[in-house]
Every structure is written in C-alpha cells, then in structure tokens.
C-alpha cells in the first residue's frame, strides 16, 4: 500500500491538471487583453488598474471568479 502523500495524484478527469492559475491568466491576458477580458469576464481587478499579480492574488481568494477564468480558459483551448 503506497501511503506516501507527497507524490501528485494523476487527474485523468480535470483538463486544468498541471496547469497554474498564472498560465491561464497569461494565456487569457495574450489572447484577449485586458479590456477584452474584463468585457468577457466582470471582475473589477481586470477592469481596474489590471495587474497580473493584482489578479492571481483576487483569483486565489475568490473560488467563484477563479471557476469563471477556468471555464473562459477551456472556451479558449477548445477552439
């Protein structure tokens, strides 16, 4: 029996496996701009001032925006 927690479990199931937050919202930011993406996606941090680490920080603490991104991401990757 493997009992060793430190070894990642493989996610067949989840399309974002091994992808960081901040990838996502790089490739968002390159495909969209800013503008685009707070028209796309209503959070003040990306209509505001937009950073990439104003934004990584809100979307750690803010699952409900984060699911947001995630799902506009996976629009993104399937075209």
Partial sequence: MDTDNTTPKTQPNN???GITLQTILERLVEEYGWEELGER????CFITNPSLNSSLKFLR???WAREKVEKLYLKLMRK
Wanted: without cysteine.
């Fill in 61 to 63: 603490r803010t699952p």
């Fill in 41 to 44: 996606v209503r959070i003040k």
């Fill in 15 to 17: 399309p974002l496996h």
